[in-house]
């Protein structure tokens, strides 16, 4: 599969490093994001200074309280179309290794980390 990513962002114009597979273990986006940071220092200097400097003592599950902690305190549950409530169990479950990542807790890591994220992704049909 990481060959068909590759493809397709080549064909996007982008250019793409593989440094490892990333697990697919439901920590996905937290792997990519931290072999990102830790190993193209065009990505760490776009960090602030206090994240960059920490970042190389994290790991996925790290950034993945992190961002979820900043999400919790960004967001209020209404801008996100959710009660109190309905948040506080999406943040509690948002926390638990394995779980996917949603979509806006790729906006908050985004916004967490102070740069723009381009996921590309190779979606594969065969047995469905």
Same mark, same amino acid.
Request: net charge negative; charged share 20%; hydrophobic share 45%.
């Given at each position: ?16 490093? +593989?440094? @490892? &597979? !990333?697990? $697919? ?6 792997? *990519? ?18 994240? *960059? ?14 961002? &979820? @902690? %900043?999400?919790? =305190? !960004?967001?209020?549950? #209404?801008?996100? $179309? #959710? ?5 506080? @169990?999406?943040? &509690?479950?948002?926390? +638990?290794? !394995? *779980? %996917?990542? =949603?979509?806006? #807790?790729? !906006? *908050? @890591? =985004? ?18």
């Amino acid at each position: 599969m990481a060959e068909q990513i590759l493809e397709t962002a080549t064909g996007l114009g982008q250019q793409l490093e +593989v440094h @490892a &597979v !990333t697990p $697919g273990d439901g920590n996905c986006f937290y792997h *990519a994001l931290i072999d990102q940071i830790q190993n193209r220092p065009e990505v760490r200097q776009l960090l602030s200074n206090d994240i *960059a400097q920490s970042v190389d003592q994290m790991d996925h599950t790290d950034l993945r309280d992190r961002v &979820v @902690a %900043f999400a919790r =305190a !960004t967001f209020h549950p #209404m801008e996100v $179309g #959710m009660s109190e409530s309905e948040f506080d @169990a999406f943040c &509690v479950q948002q926390k +638990v290794p !394995t *779980a %996917f990542a =949603a979509n806006f #807790m790729i !906006t *908050a @890591a =985004a916004m967490f980390l102070g740069v723009d994220i381009l996921m590309i992704s190779y979606q594969n049909s065969r047995g469905m």
